[in-house]
T-cell receptor, first 114, second 110 residues
Framework: DTGVSQDPRHKITKRGQNVTFRCDPI?????LYWYRQTLGQGPEFLTY????????KSRLLSDRFSAERPKGSFSTLEIQRTEQGDSAMYLC????????????FGPGTRLTVT | AQSVTQLDSQVPVFEEAPVELRCNYS??????LFWYVQYPNQGLQLLLK??????LVKGINGFEAEFNKSQTSFHLRKPSVHISDTAEYFC????????FGAGTRLTVKP
């Protein structure tokens, strides 16, 4: 068990560019979550998947954001036409079927939009 | 909708002293409560959780929390802190999705 991994760890991009982040959950964890964390704040829920199905999306997830989990394993989060306000830490977490409330977090991807 | 308020943004304390980090929640229905810790440049790690049963919950690293339904609180305590406990602590409430408080920065001084 290597834990939840995220790639890249850091991303610097110019405003207007598209970025994509990847999350690899703990194997056999059927739930996968995405959060956004800005400086001095707690994580804010964005969306979650159960296997490949996206079951819930926050209002924070604007039309420029899209998340996928095509085979029920890894997930990607894409932000199109990035804005400076998108600068944040993007966290991924996964949880096992028997205990969906115990979420295991990855180290996060820090996005800086210049 | 549920929400969480962490009453202290920063808590400085000396090593070996006791500490309490305060958390209040609001929800119209029964919820599940959690405390997570985030060390610098690391992801969040679950300290403890309350789902049901005993209101006193013991977690890792010597931390414990008490669920108080009448006061809608879930305060985190440790009787004697170490330098290594310096980190950001987040209280969270979950019904369908997880809602986090803004965090409390615990700084343990020698």
């Amino acid at each position: 068990d290597t834990g939840v991994s995220q790639d890249p760890r850091h991303k610097i991009t110019k405003r207007g560019q598209n970025v994509t982040f990847r999350c690899d959950p703990i194997s056999e964890h059927n739930r996968l979550y995405w959060y956004r964390q800005t400086l001095g704040q707690g994580p804010e829920f964005l969306t979650y998947f159960q296997n490949e199905a996206q079951l819930e999306k926050s209002r924070l997830l604007s039309d420029r954001f899209s998340a996928e989990r095509p085979k029920g394993s890894f997930s990607t989060l894409e932000i199109q036409r990035t804005e400076q306000g998108d600068s944040a830490m993007y966290l991924c977490a996964s949880s096992p079927r028997p205990d969906p409330y115990e979420q295991y977090f990855g180290p996060g991807t820090r996005l800086t939009v210049t | 909708a549920q929400s969480v308020t962490q009453l202290d943004s920063q808590v400085p304390v000396f090593e070996e002293a006791p500490v309490e980090l305060r958390c209040n929640y609001s929800s119209s229905v029964s919820v599940y409560l959690f405390w997570y810790v985030q060390y610098p440049n690391q992801g969040l790690q679950l300290l403890l959780k309350y789902l049901s049963g005993s209101t006193l919950v013991k977690g890792i690293n010597g931390f414990e929390a008490e669920f108080n339904k009448s006061q809608t609180s879930f305060h985190l305590r440790k009787p004697s802190v170490h330098i290594s406990d310096t980190a950001e602590y987040f209280c969270a409430v979950s019904l369908n999705d997880m809602r986090f408080g803004a965090g409390t920065r615990l700084t343990v001084k020698p």
